[in-house]
């Protein structure tokens, strides 16, 4: 049982816009930021979003990150098929005193 | 650009210990700006985080694991390493080294993995 939850899977055709949220409590999402990972099949983790809502040097603008509360959101605008992969988020949590990520979210472009 | 490679055995039998190195290479470990981490993935599942270390040699650890946990680091070879002790089947996973933002906990490079095995 992961500490943040996120959807197990989500879809979109081509050109689709995507948002896979993740719920988390005050100890982490709360009072931390959000990090967001895509993993392609076969491959690391690769960092996509962090500190909520900033892009990495190379990150299309295609994806963003958004924290509300105790939620945060990663959203795909303009779906590729190269977007099909495992995301994931992750935060520090106060109260555990480390890292916690999500379950994980498939991406499916149909 | 930072790059990890992760080394050890692939197989380890049950009750014993697993032990793997991250080398570090295009910049130096002992750096304010990062730690240094363990991230595991079971065949088909999700990521779990075992903990951290700085250069310093200060820990965070996993809570659930960190009985059986051990991090380390060498400055002097640009290496820091994970032990886990007493391993069942449940320990098989691809174990990723990886460098971690002092600020955000973001984990900013991955090594490519590595999979170990738990079996007899």
């Known amino acids: 049982q992961s500490v943040l939850t996120q959807p197990p899977s989500a879809s979109g055709t081509p050109g689709q816009r995507v948002t896979i949220s993740c719920s988390g409590s005050?100890?982490?999402?709360?009072?931390?930021?959000v990090n967001w990972y895509q993993q392609l099949p076969g491959t690391a983790p690769k960092l996509l979003i962090f500190s909520n809502n900033q892009r990495p040097s190379g990150v299309p603008d295609r994806f963003s990150g958004s924290k509300s509360g105790t939620s945060a959101s990663l959203a795909i605008s303009g779906l590729q098929s190269e977007d099909e992969a495992d995301y994931y988020c992750a935060s520090w949590d106060d109260s555990l005193n480390g890292v916690v990520f999500g379950g994980g979210t498939k991406v499916t472009v149909l | 650009q930072l790059q990890l490679q992760e080394s050890g055995p692939g197989l380890v039998k049950p009750s014993e210990t697993l032990s793997l190195t991250c080398t570090v290479s295009g910049g130096s470990i002992s750096s304010d700006s990062y730690y240094w981490g363990w991230i595991r993935q079971p065949p088909g599942k999700g990521l779990e985080w075992f903990g951290g270390i700085y250069y310093s040699g200060s820990t965070y650890y996993n809570p659930s694991l960190s009985t059986r946990v051990t991090l380390s680091i060498d400055t002097s070879k640009n290496q820091f390493s994970l032990n886990v002790r007493s391993v069942t089947a449940a320990d098989t996973a691809v174990y990723y080294c990886?460098?971690?933002?002092?600020?955000?906990?973001?984990?900013?490079?991955w090594g490519q993995g590595s999979l170990v095995i738990v079996s007899s």
């Open positions: 005050s100890p982490n999402i709360g009072r931390n930021p």
């Open positions: 990886a460098s971690l933002s002092s600020y955000g906990h973001s984990v900013d490079y």
